[in-house]
């Protein structure tokens, strides 16, 4: 190897930290500097074989001040191989399904109080089960787990636009199962 080379090698290595450290401020101050007003469409598909169990919402994750920033939750039981009927949620800085940051700021909320609550479907992952309707199991995590996911407003999605998420089982991902993301831009323009 020249001296050249060697000499070039870590110039190199710089220019890729710098261009990663660029594209992550460009994201943050996208997602910061997008507008929030209205909300977004999110339609869920299960192509799997197991029913889906989740806990999934918009809110901002960087709104630290007390009292925290409110959440949008809405918790679903989607059997094999249904679509979510498209449900609306504000549009906030960002919607997740699962992940840690909002199922503690969830818990900050008291939002395991509210009516209705599914403490089977709320985790940091999307459940999926096999066993029966009816029975104690129906939303528990029998057959596997999907990491959740964080999509970002500015990076993401943009307030009006509609979010598809799809269940696809996999045996290389943790849990046997993951989430693709889809977006289709702005279907309710203003």
């Not at 920033?69 to 699962?98: K, T, Y």
């Not at 909320?109 to 609550?117: A, K, P, R, T, Y």
């Not at 096999?130 to 999509?151: D, F, H, R």
């Amino acid at each position: 190897m020249s001296l050249w080379t060697k000499a070039a090698m870590p110039l190199a290595a710089l220019g890729a930290c710098l261009v990663a450290f660029v594209s992550g401020c460009a994201n943050f101050i996208a997602n910061q500097t997008e507008e929030r007003s209205g909300s977004i469409t999110v339609t869920f598909i299960n192509n799997t074989r197991y029913r889906a169990a989740f806990t999934c919402g918009s809110y901002d994750p960087l709104d630290r001040d007390l009292p925290r920033g409110p959440v949008d939750l809405q918790q679903f039981r989607l059997e094999a191989g249904n679509i979510q009927d498209a449900v609306s949620f504000d549009c906030q800085r960002s919607f997740v399904i699962g992940t840690e940051g909002f199922i503690q700021r969830a818990l900050d909320l008291q939002e395991d109080d509210q009516e209705g609550f599914d403490a089977d479907a709320f985790d940091t992952v999307v459940h999926f089960s096999s066993a029966p309707l009816g029975s104690a199991a129906e939303a528990l995590p029998t057959v596997g787990t999907a990491e959740g996911i964080e999509t970002r407003l500015g990076v993401d999605y943009a307030c009006n636009d509609e979010l598809i998420f799809t269940f696809v089982e996999d045996a290389t991902a943790p849990g046997g199962f993951r989430i693709e993301y889809h977006l289709l831009h702005h279907l309710f323009d203003t």
